[in-house]
Nanobody, 126 residues
Framework: VQLQASGGGLVQAGGSLRLSCAAP????????IGWFRQAPGKEREGVSC????????FYADSVKGRFTISIDGAKRTVYLEMNSLKPEDTAVYYC????????????????????WGQGTLVTVSS
């Protein structure tokens, strides 16, 4: 299973970016797709997750109201729309896939995800 993350870049605080996670070989209805991020010197943390089969979405408290996760089943692509970006959002963002659905207790645990993309760098300047 290959996951291809893209869309990162440099943006000013308050700006927006849209990340994409393409999964061309995935039967996306069977998977939960999560976004994680890792800032320099910090642990990788869960940002958001979507489970299409259960129509569920999850967000870290730090991004609620600013980020929106969505899925295009036909394109086998998951998007992370990021608005009102802050310098503390600066990180490498990864998408990951888990076979099955997720719930609020486990979506953010990176060990639950078997497949990972290569990461895309988001830099937010102040």
């Amino acid at each position: 299973v290959q996951l291809q993350a893209s869309g990162g870049g440099l943006v000013q605080a308050g700006g927006s970016l849209r990340l994409s996670c393409a999964a061309p070989g995935l039967t996306i209805d069977n998977y939960s797709i999560g976004w994680f991020r890792q800032a320099p010197g910090k642990e990788r943390e869960g940002v958001s997750c979507i489970s299409r089969r259960t129509d569920s979405t999850f967000y870290a408290d730090s991004v609620k109201g600013r980020f929106t996760i969505s899925i295009d089943g036909a394109k086998r692509t998951v998007y992370l729309e990021m608005n009102s970006l802050k310098p503390e959002d600066t990180a490498v963002y990864y998408c990951a896939a888990h076979l099955g659905h997720m719930n609020h207790r486990n979506w953010y645990r990176r060990l639950n995800y078997r497949y990972w993309g290569q990461g895309t760098l988001v830099t937010v300047s102040s």
